[in-house]
């Protein structure tokens, strides 16, 4: 099983940029399709943006533009490139793996808090 890691959170101010990584162990993560979720305070989690293993990517609509998904395969790492960030943006961000045929991701990392203020 993939054990996951998120790393590159922090508090930036509003029109800041800032890159989370996600390192995976246990299994090379080249062949799988990878995501990050977030969750604000007192809001379910929700999904942030995917990417398969061809590269092909998709953004959720609150993101688009402004993030940037990408996966380094020799390293292992999945990033989450966020400009023109917002206070809006503020969660808790979570990457994932090896969704079930229903979607439902199985692996999760412990997450890593960003925060930007206003």
């Known amino acids: 099983q993939v054990q996951l890691v998120e790393s590159g959170g922090g508090l930036v101010q509003a029109g800041d940029s800032l890159t989370l990584s996600c390192a995976a162990s246990g299994r090379t993560i080249s062949s799988y399709q990878m995501a990050w979720f977030r969750q604000a305070p007192g809001k379910e989690r929700e999904f942030v943006a995917n990417?398969?293993?061809?590269?092909?990517?998709w953004y959720a609509d609150s993101v688009k533009g402004r993030f940037t998904i990408s996966r380094d395969n020799a390293k292992n790492t999945v990033y989450l490139q966020m400009n023109s960030l917002k206070p809006e943006d503020t969660a808790v961000y979570y990457c994932?793996?090896?969704?079930?045929?229903?979607?439902?991701?199985?692996?999760w990392g412990q997450g890593t808090q960003v925060t930007v203020s206003s």
């Open positions: 994932a793996s090896d969704p079930n045929p229903s979607g439902r991701f199985l692996n």
């Open positions: 990417i398969w293993s061809g590269g092909s990517t």
